[in-house]
């Protein structure tokens, strides 16, 4: 199975469903690309999955919505430090 995109918008997941899915993008045979979890009641400890995902080296993400969450000051900067990390994908 080749998935490419994923749309999870208004699904509920919040931090423990964005600690699976980012657990399935570290792995290598993970293809996705495009993940859109906008409005997942995503938290601080949700953003802090989510810098570990894009900070590793076989995600593949390219894009990535996350708006409409709950991530604070603290996993803004968790997301921010994730975009200046050397594996991250993220273009848009």
């Known amino acids: 199975c080749r998935i490419l995109a994923i749309n999870l918008t208004s699904s509920s997941i919040g931090d423990e469903g964005a600690k699976y899915i980012c ?22 400890e ?20 996350i708006s409409f969450n709950n991530i604070g000051d603290e996993g803004a900067k968790y997301i921010g430090e994730a975009l200046r990390h050397e594996n991250c994908k993220l273009t848009r």
């Open 23 to 44: 657990e399935a993008l570290r792995h290598e045979n993970c293809k996705l690309t495009q993940l859109d979890m906008c409005d997942n009641n995503i938290g601080e």
């Open 46 to 65: 949700g953003a802090k999955y989510i810098y570990e995902a894009l900070s590793y080296e076989n995600c593949k993400l390219t894009q990535l919505d």
